[in-house]
T-cell receptor
Framework: SAVISQKPSRDICQRGTSLTIQCQVD?????MFWYRQQPGQSLTLIAT?????????ESGFVIDKFPISRPNLTFSTLTVSNMSPEDSSIYLC???????????FGDGTRLSIL | AQKVTQAQTEISVVEKEDVTLDCVYE???????LFWYKQPPSGELVFLIR??????QNEISGRYSWNFQKSTSSFNFTITASQVVDSAVYFC????????????FGKGNQVVVIP
């Protein structure tokens, strides 16, 4: 399966600032996704990153708060904007080669907001 | 809507014991996919298995086995002769026929293997 690299692996940020998380894949993939995992919780899909167009957001997530880019088939970014302590989570990128293929995940970005 | 229920939150077993994790799902789709993922303490999510709704054969991979019962909407996971390295959170997930490969995750089972 594809090798997925996420940067940064962790960060501690100040309230009100923004952080951009990068997801790089070593091969072209059809589908890329961003998930959030709050402490001790399951994974929740934030959005599907669409190549060359606006991301598709899930209910409860908006573009102003979580802008996403996907300029090509191997790279995507997620920005967490105007952060508050409630945004402290693990953010994970996943990829799949098709709608019926399993998703494979990056190692995640552990984000803490003070 | 898709829903996955993993009722057991934390399970502790002594090394070499077997442990079974229950997963019950809900979907109106006739075609769907079920998955299990492992999340060790290091945090990465590791894909273990995918099963589609038309394949009810059970599967064994080393010490891992999966029992898919469509009649009871369950996709249970058994670890045989558990080892300390099996300590992790295990997530069951479901994807329906429609949408964009969106996965619905259960809350996860925290497995603690005691040496």
């Amino acid at each position: 399966s594809a090798v997925i690299s996420q940067k940064p692996s962790r960060d501690i940020c100040q309230r009100g600032t923004s952080l951009t998380i990068q997801c790089q894949v070593d091969s072209q993939v059809t589908m890329m996704f961003w998930y959030r995992q709050q402490p001790g919780q399951s994974l929740t899909l934030i959005a599907t990153a669409n190549q060359g167009s606006e991301a598709t957001y899930e209910s409860g997530f908006v573009i102003d708060k979580f802008p996403i880019s996907r300029p090509n088939l191997t790279f995507s970014t997620l920005t967490v904007s105007n952060m508050s302590p409630e945004d402290s989570s693990i953010y994970l990128c996943s990829v799949a080669q098709g709608p019926d293929q399993p998703q494979h995940f990056g190692d995640g970005t552990r984000l803490s907001i003070l | 809507a898709q829903k996955v229920t993993q009722a057991q939150t934390e399970i502790s077993v002594v090394e070499k014991e077997d442990v079974t994790l229950d997963c019950v799902y809900e979907t109106r789709d006739t075609t769907y996919y079920l998955f299990w993922y492992k999340q060790p303490p290091s945090g990465e999510l590791v894909f273990l298995i995918r099963r589609n709704s038309f394949d009810e054969q059970n599967e064994i991979s080393g010490r891992y086995s999966w029992n898919f019962q469509k009649s009871t909407s369950s996709f249970n996971f058994t670890i045989t002769a558990s080892q300390v390295v099996d300590s992790a959170v295990y997530f069951c997930a479901l994807r329906g026929s429609y949408g964009n490969n969106r996965l619905a995750f259960g809350k996860g089972n925290q497995v603690v293997v005691i040496p």
